[in-house]
């Protein structure tokens, strides 16, 4: 009886290693798997962004079970070596990973609350934990994080609003019969331009509609102007060699060595 539970524990220490290994470790099957983690939650983001818009089709049940299964064997296996489990259920990823999770192995009940398979695009906050990950496998992404990290702001902030407005307005409001006349609206608020065919209805709706206006005004033009205007410019400093200074920068500020960026001005 004590061999068969040495026996055990062994079993599961090894196996806990080799996942580490397989998330965390330096070898080429490692990065090949951290690679092909990356691109499935590439492809599954653009798959819930593409669904979305057709969120009436229920034919791709089997397809988003196994995608289910997937994340849930996926979600499992990052809890089985962390090392604050709690922590990670409870943090907004994780608590987004677990929805996600529970609308596509509850199809019955994703269809009596559709906002559950809407609130899929609550997958769009593992863009930033792919970020991370490509930030250390790829110059790229270190070179134009700042525009990167500020089109996935963009883009998870614009869906996400979207999928509240098609929550909220779809059952009481007969402007919005669908995911795209939610998104319609969503982008003509946030750029302030109301065009006005398209109005939230009830005090929900008008506070709901405030609130993205707010945003709009601040948080979206924001991330628009960062975009197209990074806060962040690369140019290799000659003495220690950081290569991401503001724009506006005279002196490295990990060495103080003289730049000499080429500006624009001051405007």
């Excluded at 907004?92 to 990973?97: N, S």
């Excluded at 005090?203 to 205007?229: D, E, H, K, P």
Aim: aromatic content about 12%.
């Amino acid at each position: 009886m004590t061999n068969t539970t040495e026996t055990g524990l062994v079993f599961w220490q090894q196996l806990k290693q080799r996942i580490d290994h397989l998330y965390h470790g330096s070898s080429t099957s490692s990065r090949y798997f951290r690679w092909g983690l990356l691109i499935f939650d590439a492809i599954t983001i653009l798959y819930f962004v593409a669904a979305s818009f057709f969120h009436q089709v229920d034919e791709f049940h089997v397809l988003e079970e196994g995608i289910g299964i997937i994340f849930l064997v996926e979600f499992c296996a990052r809890l089985f070596i962390s090392k604050t489990r709690l922590r990670d259920i409870f943090h907004p990823v994780g608590l987004a990973d677990l929805i996600v999770i529970v609308s596509l192995l509850a199809p019955s009940l994703a269809e009596n609350f559709s906002f559950l398979r809407v609130l899929r695009s609550l997958r769009l906050l593992r863009s930033y934990h792919m970020l991370k990950n490509l930030r250390q496998q790829s110059q790229f992404v270190r070179l134009h994080e700042d525009v990167i990290f500020s089109v996935v702001n963009l883009m998870v902030f614009i869906f996400v609003i979207t999928a509240v407005v098609y929550v909220s307005q779809a059952s009481s409001n007969p402007a919005i019969n669908n995911y795209i006349d939610a998104l319609y609206f969503t982008i003509a608020t946030l750029t302030t331009t109301g065009f006005g065919d398209i109005t939230l209805v009830g005090a929900v709706g008008r506070l709901l509609a405030v609130l993205i206006m707010i945003f709009g005004i601040s948080l979206f033009l924001r991330l628009i102007q960062t975009i197209f205007r990074p806060s962040k410019i690369s140019y290799e400093c000659q003495v220690c060699g950081l290569n991401r200074h503001d724009i506006d920068a005279v002196h490295c500020r990990h060495c103080g060595q003289v730049l000499h960026i080429t500006t624009e001005g001051a405007s």
